[in-house]
């Protein structure tokens, strides 16, 4: 079964009720879409797929009002900054008045196809595939870092492959914008991201250290779920502390791809998931320099 | 990497000897060492030397420590108090009067002053960063290079180098100047954490595109290559060849009579007194030990002549020139073309040096304080885990350095 761009994982689901809203209510409030389907329905939001008449296939995302809106604000401002090809684009946004109080809404792209997640339980991407996916998330995370943001969330869920087999990064919710006052709170114990994939400065609210080098680890160890099926951060855990805890204390097993005799891929992941920020490449960009250059020689087709 | 000479008590003729077998080279003033008098007109002589260069470190270490020859140069403070030296005009002062002394004596680079770190805490780093912004407003177009002087139990410390690291990113200068306080005061260093978190943060000062020079080096740094280190310096005595802060206080106690002559063998990575030479002669083992005619010493070739070695003798200015001569033919063999291949060629030079000592070792013939065996796996392990953590950066970034 597909997915649709602007499904989240439910990761606050816990904080609040699900949003409960009349889909004949919504499709009056908004008469220029069609065809407004429901997709999913989380605590934070409810996401239809519609039709526009300029816009084309979309997403219609309704907040939650316990949302905090600012953080709303900065997802959008966030993929509005980046402006990459590699992230849905945002069509529309702008706000109504519902039975539970003002609630948010966002317009985004639609990209049909699958999450990586649903992509790798069928089993692991081969090599052309993870480089590609390599390249393609580098390319969205360069654009992130051109204008000082770190994604903060990169993991199988938040990624799609679409029908042409190209990879596209989603959901800026936790987006920190380096050039604005973060909105963790500086003596929290943790910070936000998810277990097994944020690095060691993210999950201890490291703020100083934390930069683009964030979502290195991040998409490293996604890569390496990609090419093995297993994230051995979360694999067998009690909990997410242990999730944590691992990725402060083991180090990832060193890939070992039937297809990467040479260890190329191998080098960059373990590159990406060093545990000291300082020990990962510079920056995206030259991350993606590597990558490409990899992907060159190799004669894959990004 | 380059061979740099760290200047120090008795170097100056060794210098200008050197540099001129060397065809040039760079020699690191000690103001410590060195009457006010006597820096303009040796930095002279040096550069008087084909494709020689000097730098001067003004060893602002300890600037509270009062070292008489230190007090004696014209840039040092009359009085030094922290406050009123870092809220108010004291620290200008100190940058234009050693700008002068640059300019004046030739060097071609502006080492800039900075305090001994015993933790990198947040007066140290505002320190820094004082210095170096009054630097670069003051020096336009006069490379500079930040100092690093790092205790013992900073370097120890990966949180603070981390930290350093971070923080030094963005700090507005061409290159850095770092010496650390060996661990435990050894000369050569037996803790590979010392030795890996040296290595750590050569490599992330080279990889921001900066030049790095370790100062105060025994040939144990050789490894710095590893981290496309740009020079490394060393000397003659113990004390150029590690960097004790409490020789720039004033209650040092110099005490060079009793130091013996050591002979270096480069192939063991280690000096041995002469005495124990003749043991080795004794037993057929002494060839083994004569240095690799590719070094291109005969400072101490006396010794292999085939008569027992005391009988002969080692002078000390020879040893030295030995030394130094060997140190620099080795460094001059690092060029390799990747990273991997400066690992497995480190690797060899460690397996060469593991196999002539276990074979002198049975023999007797030890090299006390100085005998690498004793560091030969700290060494290895340092090597193994700066290739795991920096490895991928180097070997992509290893040509471009």
Redesign the interface.
């Given at each position: 079964m597909g997915v649709e761009a602007g499904e989240t994982h439910d990761r606050d689901a816990h904080r609040s009720p699900a949003l409960n809203i009349d889909d004949a209510w919504l499709s009056q409030q908004f008469p220029e879409l069609g065809s407004l389907k429901r997709l999913v329905t989380g605590g934070q939001k409810s996401v239809y797929t519609a039709t526009h008449p300029s816009d084309g296939e979309v997403v219609l995302k309704i907040i939650h009002p316990s949302e905090d809106p600012e953080r709303v604000r900065r997802e959008i401002l966030a993929v509005q900054k980046a402006a990459c090809p590699r992230v849905p684009r945002i069509l529309g946004e702008g706000k109504l008045q519902s039975n539970v109080g003002e609630v948010l809404w966002v317009r985004e792209q639609r990209i049909s196809g699958e999450s990586l997640r649903v992509v790798i339980q069928k089993g692991p991407l081969g090599k052309d595939e993870l480089l590609r996916l390599a390249v393609h998330l580098l390319e969205a995370l360069a654009d992130a870092e051109k204008v000082h943001i770190v994604h903060r969330d990169v993991k199988p869920e938040n990624v799609i492959r679409d029908l042409g087999g190209r990879f596209w990064l989603l959901d800026f919710g936790i987006a920190r914008h380096l050039d604005l006052t973060s909105l963790t709170g500086s003596h929290a114990p943790f910070g936000v991201g998810t277990a097994g994939y944020a690095p060691p400065e993210q999950f201890r609210n490291r703020k100083?250290?934390i930069d683009a080098r964030a979502d290195l680890f991040a998409l490293g160890v996604t890569l390496y779920e990609s090419a093995t099926c297993k994230n051995p951060f979360r694999d067998g855990i009690r909990d997410n502390l242990q999730a944590l805890h691992n990725v402060e204390r083991v180090a990832l097993p060193p890939l070992q791809l039937p297809f990467d005799s040479a260890g190329e891929i191998a080098?960059?992941v373990?590159?990406f998931t060093?545990k000291?920020h300082?020990?990962r490449?510079?920056s995206i960009a030259e991350a993606l320099d590597?990558v490409r250059d990899i992907a060159m020689r190799q004669g894959v087709v990004i | 990497m380059q061979l740099y000479l760290q200047f120090g008590f008795g170097m100056m003729e060794h210098s200008v000897h050197l540099l001129t077998a060397w065809g040039g080279g760079t020699v690191i003033l000690s103001p410590r060492d060195l009457e006010p008098f006597q820096v303009q007109s040796f930095a002279a002589r040096v550069l008087k030397v084909k494709n020689s260069q000097i730098l001067f470190d003004p060893q602002f270490y300890l600037p509270h420590a009062d070292h008489a020859r230190l007090t004696k140069h014209s840039y040092w403070p009359k009085q030094y108090d922290t406050g009123i030296f870092w809220s108010g005009p004291g620290l200008e002062e100190l940058l234009t009067k050693l700008l002068d002394l640059n300019r004046t004596i030739g060097c071609q680079r502006f080492i800039l002053p900075g305090l001994l770190a015993e933790s990198i805490n947040d007066d140290w780093l505002n320190q820094q960063r004082a210095v170096i912004d009054t630097g670069a407003k003051m020096t336009s177009g006069f490379p500079r290079l930040i100092t690093l002087a790092l205790g013992a139990d900073t370097v120890r410390n990966?949180d603070q180098i981390?930290e350093l690291?971070?923080t030094a990113t963005d700090w507005n200068a061409e290159g850095f100047y770092v010496v650390c306080e060996h661990a435990n005061g050894k000369y050569l260093v037996d803790d590979p954490s010392w030795i890996t978190n040296v290595l750590?943060l050569l490599a992330?000062l080279r990889?921001?595109g900066k030049e790095v020079i370790l100062g105060y080096c025994t040939h144990q740094f050789l490894i710095a290559n590893l981290s496309k280190a740009s020079a490394i310096a060393s000397g003659t005595w113990m004390n150029l060849r590690s960097f004790p802060p409490e020789k720039f206080s004033a209650a040092y106690n110099e005490d060079i009579k009793q130091k013996a002559v050591w002979y270096y063998c480069p192939q063991a990575l280690s000096e041995y007194k002469i005495p124990s030479l003749d043991l080795a002669y004794s037993q057929g083992l002494l060839p083994a030990m004569a240095p690799p005619p590719s070094l291109g010493s005969n400072y101490a070739m006396g010794l292999f002549g085939g008569t027992q070695p005391t009988t002969v003798g080692l002078d000390e200015p020879s040893a030295f020139r030995h030394y130094l001569q060997c140190l620099h033919s080795q460094v001059g063999l690092l060029a390799y073309p990747s990273f991997d291949e400066a690992v497995a060629g480190e690797e060899r030079r460690l397996d060469t040096a593991r196999q002539l000592l276990t074979q002198l070792q049975r023999a007797g013939v030890l090299g006390q304080l100085r005998d690498f065996s004793q560091v030969l796996d700290s060494n290895l392990a340092a090597i193994r885990a700066h290739s795991n953590?920096?490895g991928?950066?180097m070997?992509?970034r290893w040509t471009s350095l």
């Amino acid at each position: 079964m597909g997915v649709e761009a602007g499904e989240t994982h439910d990761r606050d689901a816990h904080r609040s009720p699900a949003l409960n809203i009349d889909d004949a209510w919504l499709s009056q409030q908004f008469p220029e879409l069609g065809s407004l389907k429901r997709l999913v329905t989380g605590g934070q939001k409810s996401v239809y797929t519609a039709t526009h008449p300029s816009d084309g296939e979309v997403v219609l995302k309704i907040i939650h009002p316990s949302e905090d809106p600012e953080r709303v604000r900065r997802e959008i401002l966030a993929v509005q900054k980046a402006a990459c090809p590699r992230v849905p684009r945002i069509l529309g946004e702008g706000k109504l008045q519902s039975n539970v109080g003002e609630v948010l809404w966002v317009r985004e792209q639609r990209i049909s196809g699958e999450s990586l997640r649903v992509v790798i339980q069928k089993g692991p991407l081969g090599k052309d595939e993870l480089l590609r996916l390599a390249v393609h998330l580098l390319e969205a995370l360069a654009d992130a870092e051109k204008v000082h943001i770190v994604h903060r969330d990169v993991k199988p869920e938040n990624v799609i492959r679409d029908l042409g087999g190209r990879f596209w990064l989603l959901d800026f919710g936790i987006a920190r914008h380096l050039d604005l006052t973060s909105l963790t709170g500086s003596h929290a114990p943790f910070g936000v991201g998810t277990a097994g994939y944020a690095p060691p400065e993210q999950f201890r609210n490291r703020k100083r250290d934390i930069d683009a080098r964030a979502d290195l680890f991040a998409l490293g160890v996604t890569l390496y779920e990609s090419a093995t099926c297993k994230n051995p951060f979360r694999d067998g855990i009690r909990d997410n502390l242990q999730a944590l805890h691992n990725v402060e204390r083991v180090a990832l097993p060193p890939l070992q791809l039937p297809f990467d005799s040479a260890g190329e891929i191998a080098g960059f992941v373990t590159a990406f998931t060093q545990k000291r920020h300082n020990h990962r490449p510079l920056s995206i960009a030259e991350a993606l320099d590597w990558v490409r250059d990899i992907a060159m020689r190799q004669g894959v087709v990004i | 990497m380059q061979l740099y000479l760290q200047f120090g008590f008795g170097m100056m003729e060794h210098s200008v000897h050197l540099l001129t077998a060397w065809g040039g080279g760079t020699v690191i003033l000690s103001p410590r060492d060195l009457e006010p008098f006597q820096v303009q007109s040796f930095a002279a002589r040096v550069l008087k030397v084909k494709n020689s260069q000097i730098l001067f470190d003004p060893q602002f270490y300890l600037p509270h420590a009062d070292h008489a020859r230190l007090t004696k140069h014209s840039y040092w403070p009359k009085q030094y108090d922290t406050g009123i030296f870092w809220s108010g005009p004291g620290l200008e002062e100190l940058l234009t009067k050693l700008l002068d002394l640059n300019r004046t004596i030739g060097c071609q680079r502006f080492i800039l002053p900075g305090l001994l770190a015993e933790s990198i805490n947040d007066d140290w780093l505002n320190q820094q960063r004082a210095v170096i912004d009054t630097g670069a407003k003051m020096t336009s177009g006069f490379p500079r290079l930040i100092t690093l002087a790092l205790g013992a139990d900073t370097v120890r410390n990966q949180d603070q180098i981390h930290e350093l690291l971070d923080t030094a990113t963005d700090w507005n200068a061409e290159g850095f100047y770092v010496v650390c306080e060996h661990a435990n005061g050894k000369y050569l260093v037996d803790d590979p954490s010392w030795i890996t978190n040296v290595l750590d943060l050569l490599a992330g000062l080279r990889l921001l595109g900066k030049e790095v020079i370790l100062g105060y080096c025994t040939h144990q740094f050789l490894i710095a290559n590893l981290s496309k280190a740009s020079a490394i310096a060393s000397g003659t005595w113990m004390n150029l060849r590690s960097f004790p802060p409490e020789k720039f206080s004033a209650a040092y106690n110099e005490d060079i009579k009793q130091k013996a002559v050591w002979y270096y063998c480069p192939q063991a990575l280690s000096e041995y007194k002469i005495p124990s030479l003749d043991l080795a002669y004794s037993q057929g083992l002494l060839p083994a030990m004569a240095p690799p005619p590719s070094l291109g010493s005969n400072y101490a070739m006396g010794l292999f002549g085939g008569t027992q070695p005391t009988t002969v003798g080692l002078d000390e200015p020879s040893a030295f020139r030995h030394y130094l001569q060997c140190l620099h033919s080795q460094v001059g063999l690092l060029a390799y073309p990747s990273f991997d291949e400066a690992v497995a060629g480190e690797e060899r030079r460690l397996d060469t040096a593991r196999q002539l000592l276990t074979q002198l070792q049975r023999a007797g013939v030890l090299g006390q304080l100085r005998d690498f065996s004793q560091v030969l796996d700290s060494n290895l392990a340092a090597i193994r885990a700066h290739s795991n953590t920096r490895g991928h950066q180097m070997r992509r970034r290893w040509t471009s350095l």
